[in-house]
């Protein structure tokens, strides 16, 4: 290959960095499929902070690194976007702003756990605002509920909880996926 086909870019949980084993192992597929990836810690993190900062502000962040690393290496080239649970709503409410072709979501949590009865605490409204196509990963005993499939919307559950540590299923999943985006990802 001369060069990325496209690029993936990730963003971590609310709590953890871009070290988690479900993005390392996001990363590590679609660097085998030829694309390029950034894994994008966000400023909150950068500080030292715990506590996420706003959704506006985490979205604003967001979309300044993108439009930087656009203007870079990495102009011209197809955009994926995502992350594990709080980075996945990220790429979800942002996708359009930024022109992302595709949205990996890892994890993403659709409600706080012990609320998926509440249809007021549900956040499904921001996975069905995203139209283009969407893997979503989730663990199959996730406390933070498991999204439904939709038009554009592809729902994979591997063992594990939200966590998602099982490295070697999410890789394949998103291996797999990847695989039927052609011409974003090459086939080695």
């Not at 996420?52 to 102009?75: I, S, T």
């Not at 890892?106 to 249809?119: E, Q, R, S, T, V």
Request: aromatic share 2%.
């Amino acid at each position: 290959m001369d060069g990325p086909v496209s690029v993936l870019v990730l963003g971590h949980g609310a709590g953890g960095g871009v070290e988690a084993p479900d993005l390392v192992a996001a990363k590590d597929a679609a660097q085998s499929a030829g694309l390029s990836v950034a894994l994008v810690e966000q400023p909150y993190r950068v500080a030292g902070r715990r506590s996420p900062a706003p959704a506006h502000q985490l979205d604003a962040a967001w979309k300044a690194v993108l439009a930087r690393l656009r203007e870079d290496e990495l102009g011209g080239l197809p955009l994926l976007t995502g992350g594990r649970s709080l980075g996945a709503r990220v790429a979800c409410r942002t996708a359009a702003d930024v022109d992302a072709v595709a949205v990996l979501c890892l994890a993403f949590p659709l409600h706080p756990p012990g609320k998926g009865d509440d249809p007021s605490k549900s956040r499904i409204s921001e996975l069905d605002a995203v139209r283009v196509p969407t893997l979503v990963v989730q663990g199959e005993h996730d406390p933070f509920g498991l999204p439904p499939e939709a038009p554009n919307r592809i729902v994979v559950t591997v063992p594990g909880n939200h966590s998602l540590r099982n490295g070697s299923a999410v890789e394949a999943a998103v291996s797999a996926w990847l695989a039927t985006r052609a011409p974003l990802a090459s086939r080695p």
